[in-house]
């Protein structure tokens, strides 16, 4: 019987690894390139992120002067003052509440645009990008206006039905309830449009399945639109609660901290302390203690992204 079985040229037998190394070398390139192409962001996020954050917790640890080492004792300096409580207590009410309200306009309105026809849906997404393409500074002076305790717009107009006038931010809770609703004006459309970029992206074939089964308009939202939206939710909240923690120019225009101190925010309370005050190591402390409350909310955040990830 005669053994006919195939032996490998040495050529062939080469050729294999060659393919491999030559694969392996092609992935090598696009990292390569793909680094040096990242490299500017790399870059930036360095120079004005991580650079600034680590000299930011330098400057912590200095006193008033800035030429001695203190370690902790800014810290322990603001712990036993009861305007950096109140200044923590205010920044969590207005950055929660102002999120609240801004996932829930942004989710009526973008519902409402979702289901305007197609042909009408440019003229009134632009239109009500409006607040938030505005420089926030530029809009805060129109509302600064709105809330003049003499000239108020708003109090001439509840003057018609009997009411005010209201010392929108002459008094504490009217303040707050103020810097609140410009806020929540300014960054609802951002909501607005990244809530109907994730509903353009359910399938109709979930609704129309809900539909069949005899699910209202309520529970379609509850069990199709929320469950398939979640991620982006997450995702969209968190990166609001950061920004509005950090808000600065809306609290400084409007009420400039005041009254007594009832409406200041971290941004605002750092800033005076530390440049008006000429304090900068005690401001930098203020500033570095909003790290800890957002970094909790964002590992519980990302968990939740993360587990719903691993279920699906």
């Given at each position: 019987m005669v053994d006919v079985t195939f032996q490998p040229t040495p050529a062939a037998a080469s050729l294999a690894p060659r393919k491999r190394s030559s694969l392996r070398n092609a992935m090598k390139?696009?990292?390569t390139t793909a680094f040096l192409m990242a490299l500017p962001l790399i870059v930036l996020i360095v120079v004005f992120v991580i650079y600034p954050a680590f000299y930011s917790l330098h400057l912590a640890t200095?006193?008033?002067?800035?030429?001695?080492?203190?370690?902790?004792g800014n810290f322990e300096f603001l712990f036993k003052r009861e305007t950096f409580w109140l200044v923590v207590k205010q920044s969590c009410i207005f950055a929660i509440s102002a999120v609240i309200f801004k996932a829930l306009i942004g989710f009526v309105v973008a519902h409402f645009v979702h289901n305007v026809p197609a042909k009408?849906?440019?003229?009134?997404?632009?239109?009500?990008?409006?607040?938030?393409?505005?420089?926030?500074?530029?809009?805060?002076?129109?509302?600064?206006w709105l809330f003049d305790p003499?000239?108020?717009?708003?109090?001439?107009?509840l003057s018609y039905f009997g009411i005010g006038p209201i010392p929108w931010l002459g008094e504490a809770n009217w303040a707050r309830?103020?810097?609140?609703l410009v806020n929540v004006w300014y960054g609802a459309p951002f909501f607005m449009i990244m809530y109907l970029a994730a509903l353009k992206s359910v399938?109709?074939?979930?609704?129309?399945?809900?539909?069949?089964?005899?699910?209202?308009?309520w529970q379609r939202i509850w069990y199709v639109t929320l469950p398939m939206m979640r991620n982006i939710i997450a995702i969209t909240t968190l990166f609001s609660l950061i920004v509005t923690f950090a808000n600065f120019d809306i609290t400084r225009i409007l009420t400039n901290g005041g009254?007594?101190?009832?409406?200041?925010?971290?941004?605002?309370?750092?800033?005076?302390?530390?440049?008006?005050?000429?304090?900068?190591?005690?401001?930098?402390?203020v500033s570095l203690f909003m790290f800890p409350i957002l970094?909790?909310?964002?590992?519980?955040?990302?968990?939740?992204?993360?587990?719903r990830g691993n279920e699906a």
């Open positions: 390139r696009k990292s200095l006193n008033k002067s800035m030429v001695r080492f203190v370690g902790l009408k849906q440019r003229k009134w997404r632009g239109m009500l990008l409006v607040p938030w393409v505005i420089p926030p500074a530029m809009s805060t002076l129109a509302w600064l003499s000239y108020s717009a708003f109090n001439y107009t309830f103020s810097v609140i399938p109709e074939q979930l609704y129309e399945a809900a539909a069949i089964d005899g699910a209202n308009w009254p007594l101190d009832h409406t200041h925010l971290f941004a605002t309370w750092a800033f005076r302390v530390g440049i008006e005050s000429s304090d900068i190591p005690l401001g930098a402390s970094a909790v909310a964002a590992v519980f955040i990302l968990r939740d992204i993360s587990k």
